[in-house]
């Protein structure tokens, strides 16, 4: 079966032997010398992680696993829960169970698990005790009360309402994922808005530099106060030769004028001098005529 996590393959065949199964299994049974009930199914379970969460998700599928622990009559694991590290991504658990496997692989659909892979294991075939579910229960009756809720048959009553909080628990993480996504996508989330900002960082930084060089060229062609003073006292000193020139042109001018006036007055002066000369002189060259 698919969902929309990824593959999440729940048959028995994995592309392995059977003898190589087999001797997996032979090896999980040969560190424990338990017998199995009449009314449970003894059964090998493969679980391979994402490897895309090989480094981001060890915390997520130890607690994956400890719900398992908690939820499920674990035999064995390979390797130990408390020892898995980051580069674990195939974890194998032999596991007693009177929940059908295929109940135990949907309660496993979640987003870090890329596929399942479980085999049924047959007692005759590996020569394991079977305990008879009538003899437990009687011999549970004969344990003290208090000695009983620490037991492991007390533990196999409470199976099924721990699988029911397990798959509250599944439900609660799919719900979150659903509103949230995944924490690679919160991750390229958190990635795409330091990417904004180192953009929005570097173009500041830009302005910045070019307001920079604007300051520094404008200090470079703007004259400081003291040039400024200095121009404004050479501006002055200019201003005041050229009015002193100016004052001397027009003094010089004022007596050019009275000269050119005196000449006036005296050519005017000699011309009527001139002509009062002619007037008499006419006069009595008139009279002499007549005489």
């Known amino acids: 079966m698919e969902n929309d996590e990824g593959p999440l393959v729940t ?37 391979q992680f994402d490897r895309d969460d090989e ?51 949907d309660a496993l659909n979640h987003a870090c698990i890329d596929t399942v892979v479980y085999w049924k294991i047959d007692p005759e075939k590996f020569d394991l005790d079977v305990t008879n579910t009538e003899d437990v229960t009687a011999l549970r009756d004969q344990l003290d009360q208090k000695q009983s809720t620490n037991s492991v048959a007390v533990r196999l009553d409470h199976v099924q309402s721990q699988m029911d909080t397990f798959a509250a628990y599944i439900d609660s993480l799919e719900e979150f994922l659903d509103e949230e996504g995944t ?82 007055d005296d050519q005017i002066e000699w011309r009527q001098r001139l002509c009062t000369a002619v007037a008499s002189t006419e006069s009595n060259h008139d009279v002499e005529t007549n005489n």
């Not at 199995?36 to 003894?42: C, G, N, P």
């Not at 622990?69 to 408390?82: F, M, N, S, V, Y």
């Not at 958190?190 to 404008?218: F, I, K, N, P, Y």
Request: aromatic share 4%; net charge negative; glycine share 2%.
């Open 55 to 105: 480094y981001r998700q060890l915390n997520r599928r130890k607690r994956i696993l400890a719900e398992i622990d908690d939820a499920l009559e674990i035999w064995r694991t390979k390797p130990k829960i408390g020892e898995i590290t980051s580069s674990d991504l195939v974890i194998e658990l032999l596991l007693e169970t009177r929940i059908s496997p295929e109940t135990i692989v």
């Open 183 to 264: 924490a690679q996508q919160l991750l390229e989330n958190l990635r795409a808005d330091m990417d904004d900002l180192r953009e929005e960082l570097q173009s500041g930084a830009d302005e910045r530099d070019e307001l920079h060089a604007r300051v520094t060229e404008l200090e470079a062609t703007t004259p400081s106060a003291t040039e400024v003073d200095a121009e404004i006292a050479r501006i002055d000193c200019a201003l005041e030769n050229l009015a002193n020139e100016f004052r001397r042109e027009i003094y010089e001018l004022h007596a050019r004028l009275d000269s050119i006036q005196a000449d006036l």
């Open 11 to 47: 048959s028995e065949t994995s592309g392995e032997s059977k003898t190589e199964i087999h001797r997996t299994i032979e090896e999980f049974l040969a560190e424990t010398s338990r017998a199995i009930r009449s009314d449970a199914q003894l059964c090998l379970f493969r679980i």
